[in-house]
């Protein structure tokens, strides 16, 4: 009897145990979306609001956004942030965007940017439309934050956009799981980041020229990237790096100094926390 009933309310335990879990382990997905790296893009008029293709790559923009929601979901997501990362932080229209996710657009006041949003509740980061780093060659459109600066590394590591917004999303626990661009860009992060998923939808091949896949083409393969990239999740680790965290910055035009910066050289400066977004404070104030 006693035997029996220990059978009884093992069995029971175990039935109810996944689904109790399925319903308790949130599983949030944060997809930062950029630009410059979806298919088709060649030249800054392509992703300004004046330039005469800007609705078309709108949707482009919202067309791969969508790829990597549904994907998401596919993969057990059980919620999912869109942020629009990309100059105003205006380009995605709210009703373009999967009605499953949650948009997060417009520029906020903080330090954390393309990754206004993130925090501990999100298990997974997703990069969309990203570049590669200012100076790199072979790239389409490759910048730093903007046009004047030259670079921007941490603790003697150069850094692309998306190699200080994994950086971010690190200090949450949280890893990139995910990235697509041009090839320069594609290769980049996973020196950087490691074996993580990737898609490069194009290819410099001279000057603004680039070789790569029709939209159709791009969102399929993002589907499948991001759906292989969150089901590795566990195996992805966070990125980063060792505080205190000392940046060097390197610009064109000087900017007046942050607070507790010091000036090391023509147009360059450095600047040390132990607290990461006191240090993209400093670099959003001399960038
Ligand atoms: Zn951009």
Same mark, same amino acid.
Request: hydrophobic share 45%.
């Given at each position: 009897?006693?035997?029996?009933?220990?059978?009884?309310?093992?069995?029971?335990?175990?039935?109810?145990?996944?689904?109790?879990?399925?319903?308790?382990?949130?599983?949030?997905?944060?997809?930062?979306?950029?630009?410059?790296?979806?298919?088709?893009?060649?030249?800054?008029?392509?992703?300004?609001?004046?330039?005469?293709?800007?609705?078309?790559?709108?949707?482009?923009?919202?067309?791969?956004?969508?790829?990597?929601?549904?994907?998401?979901?596919?993969?057990?997501?059980?919620?999912?942030?869109?942020?629009?990362?990309?100059?105003?932080?205006?380009?995605?229209?709210?009703?373009?965007?999967?009605?499953?996710?949650?948009?997060?657009?417009?520029?906020?006041?903080?330090?954390?940017?393309?990754?206004?949003?993130?925090?501990?509740?999100?298990?997974?980061?997703?990069?969309?439309?990203?570049?590669?780093?200012?100076?790199?060659?072979?790239?389409?459109?490759?910048?730093?934050?903007?046009?004047?600066?030259?670079?921007?590394?941490?603790?003697?590591?150069?850094?692309?956009?998306?190699?200080?917004?994994?950086?971010?999303?690190?200090?949450?626990?949280?890893?990139?799981?995910?990235?697509?661009?041009?090839?320069?860009?594609?290769? !980049?992060? *996973?020196? #950087?980041?490691?074996?993580? &998923?990737? @898609?490069?939808?194009? /290819?410099?091949?001279?000057?603004? =020229?680039? $070789?790569?896949?029709?939209?159709?083409?791009?969102?399929?393969?993002?589907?499948?990237?991001?759906?292989?990239?969150?089901?590795?999740?566990?195996?992805?680790?966070?990125?980063?790096?060792?505080?205190?965290?000392?940046?060097?910055?390197?610009?064109? !035009?000087? *900017?007046? #100094?942050?607070?507790?910066? &010091?000036? @090391?050289?023509?147009? /360059?400066?450095?600047?040390?926390? =132990?607290? $990461?977004?006191?240090?993209?404070?400093?670099?959003?104030?001399?960038?």
């Amino acid at each position: 009897m006693r035997r029996r009933m220990l059978v009884l309310m093992t069995a029971g335990v175990l039935a109810a145990l996944p689904a109790a879990r399925a319903q308790t382990r949130a599983f949030n997905v944060f997809i930062s979306v950029d630009m410059e790296g979806l298919a088709g893009v060649v030249t800054g008029s392509d992703v300004t609001a004046t330039g005469p293709d800007y609705a078309h790559f709108r949707d482009i923009m919202a067309g791969e956004t969508n790829a990597a929601v549904a994907a998401a979901f596919d993969a057990g997501a059980t919620g999912v942030v869109v942020r629009d990362s990309h100059g105003a932080k205006q380009n995605l229209r709210p009703s373009d965007v999967d009605p499953r996710a949650r948009l997060l657009r417009g520029q906020g006041t903080g330090p954390k940017n393309m990754m206004e949003g993130i925090d501990e509740t999100f298990q997974a980061v997703v990069f969309i439309g990203y570049h590669a780093k200012a100076g790199t060659p072979n790239a389409i459109l490759e910048h730093t934050s903007n046009g004047n600066v030259v670079d921007f590394a941490i603790n003697g590591v150069s850094l692309p956009e998306g190699g200080y917004n994994a950086l971010v999303a690190g200090l949450y626990k949280v890893p990139v799981v995910f990235a697509s661009g041009d090839r320069a860009l594609t290769d !980049q992060l *996973r020196v #950087l980041l490691g074996p993580i &998923e990737t @898609v490069a939808v194009k /290819e410099e091949i001279g000057g603004d =020229a680039s $070789l790569g896949m029709s939209p159709q083409h791009a969102r399929e393969a993002i589907g499948r990237g991001v759906k292989r990239g969150l089901d590795r999740r566990a195996e992805l680790k966070p990125y980063v790096l060792a505080a205190p965290y000392t940046m060097t910055l390197k610009v064109r !035009q000087e *900017r007046p #100094l942050y607070k507790g910066a &010091e000036r @090391v050289g023509p147009g /360059e400066s450095r600047f040390t926390s =132990a607290n $990461l977004l006191d240090v993209l404070t400093a670099f959003n104030a001399m960038k």
